[in-house]
């Protein structure tokens, strides 16, 4: 048996401890820790508690001392457009304010006033979503300039993490590219465009590759959670490492990486930054080596994980597939990527009143409700499919669907009737998984992509979903 390596995968909802290892040629997988994570209301806004969730990080290293599974390295990877600055005393400024808070509405005009958004995407290839790191920063410029004003560093979420860890300050190249202030043609970041919104070029640093290190644990992290281990950075944007374990070996398939958000798209080697791309809305992100995962972000099981919140019974999500089923009957749809749905004080208003707008029937039952939710997002997975085809002039025969999402049978079967493609599902933890790649791909224990996904398609069961 190989070396331990243990991935931090932390979504906006919950996080886990995964440790990975090749043995006979497969790789194999044991979770140490899982932990929830969740928003937090400060000063009116909606914010990542992160003293919470380092601590959460430290214990699950504490599992694997207490476990004896010490890993030669760690990786850690969350969802992208967050960051954190920190002053010349490397101390945080201000408040570590959400994507889904709604300081950003109306920004967006703003920074239109100073570069048009055809120009922006012609850049830098990002889809537009009003939560992106462009639109966070400009609001601070607005609002609380004084805290651009005293930054040294900005860092990612991820990148903040590995700060606490190693007293190290490296930014990564995937993750910084949803910020949508890296040149797409450089992969640098985009200098004369953070000039021309008037932010401090000297707090972006180095970009750094997937596989870089990071530094070794400090010794006070080392004396707490007993031993000492490399931090090293895989795609720290969690799809990015989410699509480096998908199993991609054909050059015809389409990626569904499914969980509180579903991003779908394909692998390409030169990004799209044409009109025609920034009408469909696509991304041209960052992935593994300068590839580009060329998709469209989606709303997800978000919506579905809002309901459960809303619902007397605290259903498994297993039962919540089956309720859904139960409403097939429910003809109306909506628009999954609608605003009102991103952070709505409760969805199952927001679904009854966007299909009241739309004059469409409302749902009232819980099996309404989810009915209306699964089916329109199948429809919208088939609506991107339709979308990618038009706009890379390609026809792909299957899609691949990784990340929890995946266990979704019901959903599934609908994505697979909707879009009309083979569907295979797995694995399930992509994003753990792709971390645990990049670690592994910096040892040379996976000497390549093409081997490491290969070793993928082997270690776990990939199902064919009927319709």
Request: a negative charge; hydrophobic letters at 35%; aromatic letters at 10%.
């Given at each position: 048996?190989?070396?331990?390596?243990?991935?931090?995968?932390?979504?906006?909802?919950?996080?886990?401890?995964?440790?990975?290892?090749?043995?006979?040629?497969?790789?194999?997988?044991?979770?140490?820790?899982?932990f929830?994570?969740?928003?937090?209301?400060?000063?009116?806004?909606?914010?990542?508690?992160?003293?919470?969730?380092?601590?959460?990080?430290?214990?699950?290293?504490?599992?694997?001392?207490?476990?004896n599974?010490?890993?030669?390295?760690?990786?850690?990877?969350?969802?992208?457009?967050?960051?954190?600055?920190?002053?010349?005393?490397?101390?945080?400024l201000?408040?570590?304010?959400?994507?889904?808070?709604?300081?950003?509405?109306?920004?967006?005009?703003?920074?239109?006033?100073?570069?048009?958004e055809?120009?922006?995407?012609?850049?830098?290839?990002?889809?537009?979503?009003?939560?992106?790191?462009?639109?966070?920063?400009?609001?601070?410029?607005l609002?609380?300039?004084?805290l651009?004003?005293?930054?040294?560093?900005?860092?990612?979420?991820?990148?903040?993490?590995?700060?606490?860890?190693?007293?190290?300050?490296?930014?990564?190249?995937t993750n910084?590219?949803?910020?949508?202030?890296?040149?797409?043609?450089?992969?640098?970041?985009?200098?004369?465009?953070?000039?021309?919104?008037?932010l401090?070029?000297?707090?972006?640093g180095?970009?750094?590759?997937?596989?870089?290190?990071?530094?070794?644990?400090?010794?006070?992290?080392?004396?707490?959670?007993?031993?000492?281990?490399?931090?090293?950075?895989?795609?720290?944007?969690?799809?990015?490492?989410?699509?480096?374990?998908?199993?991609?070996?054909?050059?015809?398939?389409?990626?569904?990486?499914?969980?509180?958000?579903?991003?779908?798209?394909v692998?390409?080697?030169?990004?799209?930054?044409?009109?025609?791309?920034?009408?469909?809305?696509?991304?041209?992100?960052?992935?593994?080596?300068?590839?580009?995962?060329?998709?469209?972000?989606?709303?997800?099981?978000?919506?579905?994980?809002?309901?459960?919140?809303?619902f007397?019974?605290?259903?498994?999500?297993?039962?919540?597939?089956?309720?859904?089923?139960?409403?097939?009957?429910?003809?109306?749809?909506?628009?999954?990527?609608?605003?009102?749905?991103?952070?709505?004080?409760?969805?199952?208003q927001?679904?009854?009143?966007?299909?009241?707008?739309?004059?469409?029937?409302?749902?009232?039952?819980?099996?309404?409700?989810?009915?209306?939710?699964?089916?329109?997002?199948?429809?919208?997975?088939a609506?991107?499919?339709?979308?990618?085809?038009?706009?890379?002039?390609?026809?792909?025969?299957?899609?691949?669907?990784?990340?929890?999402?995946?266990?979704?049978?019901?959903?599934?079967?609908?994505?697979?009737?909707?879009?009309?493609?083979?569907?295979?599902a797995?694995?399930?933890?992509?994003?753990?998984?792709?971390?645990?790649?990049?670690?592994?791909?910096?040892?040379?224990?996976?000497?390549?992509?093409?081997?490491?996904?290969?070793?993928?398609?082997?270690?776990?069961?990939?199902?064919?979903?009927?319709?």
């Amino acid at each position: 048996m190989g070396s331990y390596y243990l991935a931090i995968d932390i979504g906006a909802s919950s996080g886990r401890h995964i440790l990975g290892w090749l043995e006979n040629g497969k790789v194999r997988i044991e979770e140490i820790y899982r932990f929830e994570n969740h928003l937090i209301e400060k000063n009116q806004h909606l914010c990542w508690d992160l003293d919470q969730l380092f601590q959460e990080v430290l214990a699950g290293l504490k599992m694997c001392k207490q476990y004896n599974r010490i890993p030669q390295s760690v990786g850690i990877d969350t969802w992208g457009v967050d960051f954190v600055l920190l002053d010349d005393k490397e101390n945080v400024l201000g408040d570590t304010i959400a994507y889904r808070d709604s300081r950003t509405q109306g920004i967006d005009e703003e920074v239109y006033k100073i570069i048009s958004e055809a120009d922006l995407y012609h850049r830098n290839g990002i889809q537009k979503q009003i939560f992106n790191s462009i639109y966070q920063l400009y609001a601070i410029k607005l609002k609380q300039p004084e805290l651009l004003q005293k930054a040294h560093s900005f860092l990612m979420i991820p990148e903040y993490l590995n700060f606490l860890l190693t007293g190290s300050i490296k930014n990564e190249y995937t993750n910084a590219t949803t910020t949508q202030l890296v040149h797409s043609t450089t992969q640098d970041w985009d200098f004369d465009l953070i000039d021309k919104l008037g932010l401090p070029k000297q707090i972006f640093g180095t970009l750094y590759q997937p596989k870089s290190s990071v530094g070794q644990f400090r010794q006070n992290i080392q004396d707490e959670v007993g031993f000492s281990a490399e931090v090293v950075l895989p795609a720290t944007h969690d799809t990015g490492s989410a699509v480096l374990a998908a199993p991609l070996v054909d050059g015809d398939s389409i990626y569904l990486s499914s969980g509180t958000w579903s991003l779908m798209g394909v692998e390409r080697m030169i990004p799209d930054c044409t009109e025609k791309s920034r009408q469909q809305n696509f991304t041209n992100e960052g992935g593994y080596h300068y590839r580009y995962r060329y998709l469209k972000n989606i709303m997800g099981l978000w919506m579905m994980q809002s309901l459960r919140t809303e619902f007397k019974h605290q259903y498994k999500f297993s039962e919540l597939y089956e309720l859904a089923k139960m409403g097939d009957y429910f003809p109306s749809y909506v628009d999954v990527n609608d605003v009102s749905f991103l952070a709505p004080k409760s969805m199952r208003q927001a679904l009854q009143a966007y299909c009241e707008k739309t004059k469409q029937e409302k749902p009232e039952t819980e099996c309404e409700l989810l009915a209306c939710v699964y089916k329109s997002l199948a429809k919208s997975y088939a609506e991107t499919v339709h979308e990618i085809e038009a706009v890379t002039g390609k026809t792909y025969t299957c899609i691949h669907i990784v990340g929890g999402g995946c266990q979704d049978e019901y959903l599934n079967s609908l994505t697979a009737k909707y879009t009309g493609k083979d569907l295979y599902a797995g694995p399930i933890e992509a994003t753990a998984l792709g971390n645990i790649l990049a670690q592994m791909l910096k040892t040379n224990e996976l000497k390549d992509l093409i081997e490491a996904r290969e070793c993928i398609k082997k270690s776990f069961d990939i199902k064919k979903v009927g319709a």
